[in-house]
């Protein structure tokens, strides 16, 4: 099973900008999704962004164009750039490697990942 760190949070003002970074233990197929979820206290999980076969992307309506999720493939590393950071971005972000193909529509389903990180806080303040 595949060791996910994150790194990259941390606190910014709101407008600011923030890299994450998900380092990988072993290849991750560029078949499979790769994704960023995020969970704010007393909320449930949601997912933010994924990458899968083809280099296909989803974002989460609420990212509105303001972050881009890329892969090197080389280090085994995922990156969130998050740029145009709100405090309602303020949460544990979680990235998370699927084991298999999925359909375009639970990219962002956190039920069908299967490898997860322990998470990076990021908090925005106004």
């Known amino acids: 099973q595949v060791v996910l760190v994150e790194s990259g949070g941390g606190s910014v003002q709101a407008g600011g900008s923030l890299r994450l970074s998900c380092a990988a233990s072993e290849y991750t197929s560029s078949r499979n999704c790769m994704a960023w979820f995020r969970q704010a206290p007393g909320q449930e999980r949601e997912g933010v962004a994924a990458l899968c076969g083809g280099g296909t992307t989803r974002y989460a309506d609420f990212v509105e164009g303001r972050f881009t999720i890329s892969k090197d493939n080389a280090k085994n590393t995922l990156y969130l750039q998050m740029n145009s950071l709100k405090p309602e971005d303020s949460a544990m972000y979680y990235c998370?490697?699927?084991?298999?193909?999925?359909?375009?529509?639970?990219?962002?389903?956190?039920?069908?990942?299967?490898?997860w990180g322990q998470g990076t806080q990021v908090t925005v303040s106004s």
């Open positions: 998370a490697a699927a084991s298999r193909v999925l359909l375009y529509q639970m990219y962002l389903n956190g039920a069908v990942y299967n490898n």
